[in-house]
């Protein structure tokens, strides 16, 4: 009994030392990581919020998707072939299965694109494939796409969640899949308590050797963006999505951890509901964009962690003009008041502002807009709700203002279109234009770079005079890594897709 004491005394002692999992061949490798916002719904189909988007990042594929440098690389389907600008044809990766266990086919990539065209799904992808006239399954890997008109932006259009392929026997089994999920993608969905905890698991049929690098991905949700750097300091938290612009230079000066910062393609918008008064008046939307400095919200919201835009992301170096060479680009308080006075609102006016608490929200930019609108006579009084109520007020367009996070690309048609078009499946700004709409139109059937280019540019300039919303500034995606934590890689677009080639020690 005293031999086996000693030995057992001798062995906690090493453990103290050499650390708890120093003996644990084969231990579990859990990745955890603290999230602000609560998902709002697992559909990839249907969801615009980003907090469900970076989840579903780790539970789907897509046909295509983005890496890292924001080009279009191969995800579901290895390759494909364009033989006229009217036809695609993708050849599938085989024996790839969905987590219930069934293999994925070209059945599965029809049924998905019928669905996301479907009117009634209302999905935000539709605007993406509205010119697809019909899916054919050339064979149980291959289908081809035909479409009504040249669409030059439709490779990059089916790199985005809302073109997830699933199953169609489990949305029949469940109406949707915004409480469940049955993906191909890297991990599956073990637990979720809202408003706290969602964990996922190792997919251990994932088409990609070597992926993903850790058994388990555990999203806690922590509202507070000083919490989230204090649980990654502890070692509560292996990584952090982190917003706050002076949490994050806090964590930069920190040895302990690691900052990742890379400028981001999603947008700021104050957005307007133009169906309502008093901003179906193209003058009172000008007059807000007169006011409004972009320059000193992006350093009092963000501590200047980010880039003034216009209507086109300034990552997307190709497209996108200058702010300083766009209506509105300096700010105006004189030109505001008149505007206002012209409006037939001489003596002010007051309006309510939308916002949530969390970083999504907007609530740290509704402030300063709100001091700012001051200038012109405005009292914009601040509608703080809950994340939930939010989402809901955004996809009912029970706004009179508001103030949004947008998700941006780098491909013009697939941002714009989608977003300003008159049946733009996420205009929920209700601004119908037609000679918006025209742009648009001319721009998603152009092939030349050259051709697209000097439509677009006229594009931004319209958009922002037409003023459906005021384009303030593309915040940096930042994130806060903890030792343990390797080979993560930032998209650019808020993704976490590289976890599943995230390593932790």
């Known amino acids: 009994m005293k031999k086996f004491t000693i030995m057992f005394l001798a062995l906690a002692m090493m453990t103290l030392i050499a650390g708890p999992g120093a003996f644990a061949a084969g231990a579990e490798k859990v990745l955890t990581i603290g999230v602000d916002q609560e998902a709002v719904g697992l559909d990839p189909n249907i969801v615009t919020a980003f907090s469900s988007m970076r989840r579903i990042d780790l539970l789907y594929n897509r046909l295509v998707r983005y890496d890292n440098t924001f080009a279009v690389v191969p995800d579901l389907a290895e390759s494909w072939d364009v033989p006229d600008n009217l036809t695609y044809v993708f050849h599938l990766r085989k024996g790839v299965k969905f987590h219930n266990g069934r293999e994925l086919t070209s059945d599965d990539v029809q049924y998905t694109l019928n669905r996301v065209l479907d009117t009634k799904t209302a999905s935000p992808g539709r605007s993406y494939i509205t010119v697809i006239k019909s899916i054919d399954i050339v064979d149980r890997y291959t289908v081809k796409l035909n479409l009504t008109s040249p669409l030059p932006s439709l490779l990059d259009g089916l790199s985005s969640n809302n073109l997830a392929i699933v199953p169609k026997e489990v949305i029949e089994a469940n109406t949707n899949l915004q409480k469940t999920e049955c993906g191909t993608g890297p991990f599956m969905l073990q637990e979720w308590i809202p408003d706290n905890s969602m964990t996922l698991v190792k997919n251990p049929d994932y088409f990609e050797k070597g992926a993903p690098a850790v058994d388990k991905v555990i999203f806690r949700v922590i509202p507070e963006q000083a919490s989230l750097y204090a649980g990654v300091r502890s070692g509560d938290l292996d990584m952090a999505t982190i917003n706050d612009g002076a949490t994050i230079r806090q964590a930069a000066k920190d040895s302990k951890v690691t900052v990742m910062s890379k400028p981001g393609l999603n947008m700021r918008i ?226 976490l897709f590289y976890l599943a080639y995230t390593q932790v020690k």
């Open 270 to 495: 104050f957005s307007f509901n133009t169906s309502k008064k008093p901003f179906d008046d193209l003058r009172v939307r000008q007059a807000v964009a007169s006011a409004l400095d972009r320059a000193e919200i992006l350093t009092i919201a963000e501590f200047g962690m980010g880039k003034p835009t216009g209507p086109l992301p300034v990552a997307a170096t190709a497209w996108a003009l200058p702010p300083a060479k766009l209506p509105f680009a300096v700010t105006d308080v004189a030109k505001g008041k008149k505007l206002l006075a012209d409006a037939g609102y001489a003596s002010g006016l007051s309006f309510k502002i939308t916002c949530a608490s969390t970083y999504e929200g907007g609530l740290a930019v509704a402030q300063v807009a709100q001091d700012e609108l001051k200038k012109i006579g405005v009292d914009a009084q601040l509608e703080v709700v809950e994340w939930g109520v939010y989402i809901d007020k955004w996809s009912k367009r029970d706004f009179e203002a508001m103030i949004e996070l947008r998700g941006g690309s780098g491909e013009p048609d697939r941002f714009l279109y989608r977003t300003f078009h008159s049946t733009g499946g996420v205009n929920n700004f209700m601004f119908k234009d037609a000679d918006v709409d025209k742009l648009l139109d001319q721009g998603r059937t152009q092939t030349k770079q050259a051709d697209r280019k000097v439509t677009y540019d006229s594009l931004q300039s319209l958009l922002t005079t037409k003023a459906p919303a005021v384009f303030l500034y593309c915040p940096n995606e930042n994130h806060v890594l903890g030792p343990r934590v390797s080979g993560f890689r930032q998209v650019g677009n808020g993704s």
